[in-house]
């Protein structure tokens, strides 16, 4: 993999395992000093290990225990993170849960909020802490890993859908708020990966998931599903000095051809292509329901 990341800094939150190690992996192999954090002390020091086999010339790896519901321990990791790595160029936030899934009315009002506090606000007041810093720098890079609940109804995962449509509107808000500062933002879908969260859908059963997502995630987990590599090029591409400029969008790494779109940056940022929009009647060839 060509360093593309030489130098740069970046704190990855849920870095320990699945998605999130495969990206501190590649984003070692791309040059990067990297700080994954993680609930799971244990996991995390075997992760650390890990991706230290990989670095070369100087590069650090350090691990951190973090919650992202906890914002004292977002404030406290984001200090962390500045003190050992010296500046922080590069925010991914990957971290995430399904939370309750069923029937809305089956689901607890806890594992609700859970879902909202770790999905939405957990990213949220990850940006937050990082703001001065990247604005003080004039760059920053934010890269916010969404999911098939942000573009598509999820029936009996209600609170993991509206978490990650909401996430991916605030890195849309963001994106704009912040652009004079040179900070970019962009959420990108991995597509259905064959991860922990896999089997926690296959162990809830069809009964609580629904039978039609059951049997998806069986092929998934049957098949392998979409190809981790992609999303970890996708977030190395969206981490380094070649997609700046890119910013507010919503990228498929399975099935969007964003290795293109740094030579259509032009039309890609003159419209609101790979975005969340609501579809009117015109866009589907109809002549009625609009003015």
Same mark, same amino acid.
């Given at each position: 993999m060509?360093?593309?990341?030489?130098?740069?800094?970046a704190?990855?939150?849920g870095?320990?395992?699945?998605?999130?190690?495969?990206?501190?992996q590649?984003?070692?192999?791309?040059?990067?000093?990297?700080?994954?954090?993680?609930r799971d $002390? !244990?996991?995390?020091k075997?992760?650390?290990?890990?991706?230290?086999?990989?670095c070369?010339?100087?590069q650090?790896?350090?691990?951190?225990?973090?919650?992202v519901?906890?914002?004292?321990?977002?404030?406290?990791?984001?200090?962390?993170?500045?003190s050992?790595?010296?500046s922080?160029?590069i925010?991914?936030?990957n971290?995430?849960l399904?939370?309750?899934?069923g029937?809305?009315?089956?689901?607890?009002?806890?594992?609700?909020?859970?879902?909202?506090?770790?999905?939405?606000?957990?990213s949220?007041?990850?940006?937050?802490?990082?703001?001065?810093?990247?604005? $003080?720098?004039?760059?920053?890079?934010i890269?916010?890993?969404?999911?098939?609940?942000?573009?598509?109804?999820?029936?009996?995962?209600?609170?993991?859908?509206?978490s990650?449509?909401?996430?991916?509107?605030?890195? $849309?808000?963001?994106?704009?708020?912040?652009? $004079?500062?040179?900070?970019?933002?962009?959420?990108?879908?991995?597509?259905?990966?064959? !991860?922990?969260l896999?089997?926690?859908?296959?162990?809830?059963?069809?009964?609580?998931?629904?039978? *039609?997502?059951?049997?998806?995630m069986?092929g998934? *987990?049957?098949?392998?599903?979409?190809?981790?590599e992609?999303a970890?090029?996708l977030?190395?591409?969206?981490g380094?000095?070649?997609?700046?400029?890119?910013s507010?969008?919503?990228?498929?790494?399975?099935?969007d051809?964003?290795?293109k779109?740094?030579?259509?940056?032009?039309?890609l940022?003159?419209?609101?292509?790979?975005t969340?929009?609501?579809?009117i009647? *015109?866009?589907?060839?109809?002549?009625?329901?609009?003015?």
């Open positions: 060509a360093r593309s990341l030489e130098g740069r800094n704190i990855i939150t870095g320990s395992r699945g998605l999130g190690f495969s990206i501190a590649g984003y070692v192999l791309a040059g990067a000093n990297i700080f994954i954090t993680g $002390e !244990t996991f995390l075997k992760a650390e290990r890990d991706l230290g086999k990989f070369s010339n100087g650090k790896v350090k691990a951190y225990v973090m919650d519901s906890n914002p004292m321990e977002i404030k406290q990791t984001i200090k962390e993170a500045i050992n790595l010296g922080i160029e925010l991914i936030n971290a995430g399904h939370g309750g899934t029937p809305l009315e089956l689901i607890s009002d806890d594992e609700w909020c859970l879902a909202i506090n770790v999905n939405l606000m957990g949220v007041l990850m940006c937050k802490g990082l703001i001065e810093h990247f604005k $003080e720098n004039k760059y920053g890079k890269i916010q890993i969404s999911g098939g609940g942000a573009t598509g109804p999820m029936p009996f995962f209600s609170a993991y859908a509206a990650k449509a909401g996430v991916v509107r605030f890195i $849309e808000t963001i994106a704009e708020e912040y652009k $004079e500062f040179s900070i970019y933002a962009n959420s990108v879908s991995p597509g259905a990966l064959n !991860t922990r896999t089997d926690e859908v296959l162990e809830a059963g069809p009964n609580t998931v629904g039978v *039609k997502y059951y049997k998806k069986q998934v *987990k049957s098949e392998g599903g979409a190809p981790i992609k970890v090029s977030a190395v591409f969206l380094s000095s070649n997609s700046d400029g890119i507010g969008k919503l990228i498929s790494a399975h099935w051809k964003w290795d779109f740094i030579d259509n940056k032009q039309d940022m003159g419209s609101d292509i790979f969340l929009r609501r579809i009647a *015109k866009d589907r060839g109809f002549d009625w329901g609009d003015v």
